[in-house]
């Protein structure tokens, strides 16, 4: 059994910053990609940040200077640290890990950012 428990998010104004955190729990190894998405209301989901083996990471072009993701292996924890946040960054934010093939979800949560 898996279990993929997010915290954080909330009501922020532009400019402020909030911090994401994924933790996955279970019985299986050491997770090598970990991932943040979102979803904004009447759009597809997007990958925001990634991370992988050897701590290579990815960004979406809108995040890029203002997001970082990072991880705790040991604990399979990962987590976003968001700044300079803006009204367009209001979304559900998912995180997301891969393990043998398979797509595991965090419940997701709401990150509103007000002008």
């Known amino acids: 059994q898996v279990q993929v428990v997010e915290s954080g998010g909330g009501l922020v104004q532009a400019g402020g910053s909030l911090r994401l955190s994924c933790t996955a729990g279970g019985t299986f190894g050491s997770i090598d990609d970990m991932g943040w998405y979102r979803q904004a209301p009447g759009k597809q989901r997007e990958l925001v940040a990634g991370i992988r083996s050897g701590g290579r990471t990815n960004y979406a072009d809108s995040v890029k200077g203002r997001f970082t993701i990072s991880r705790d292996i040991a604990r399979n924890r990962w987590n976003l640290q968001m700044n300079t946040l803006k009204p367009e960054d209001t979304a559900v934010y998912y995180c997301?890990?891969?393990?043998?093939?398979?797509?595991?979800w965090g419940q997701g949560t709401q990150v509103t950012v007000s002008s």
């Open positions: 997301n890990f891969k393990y043998y093939g398979l797509d595991y």
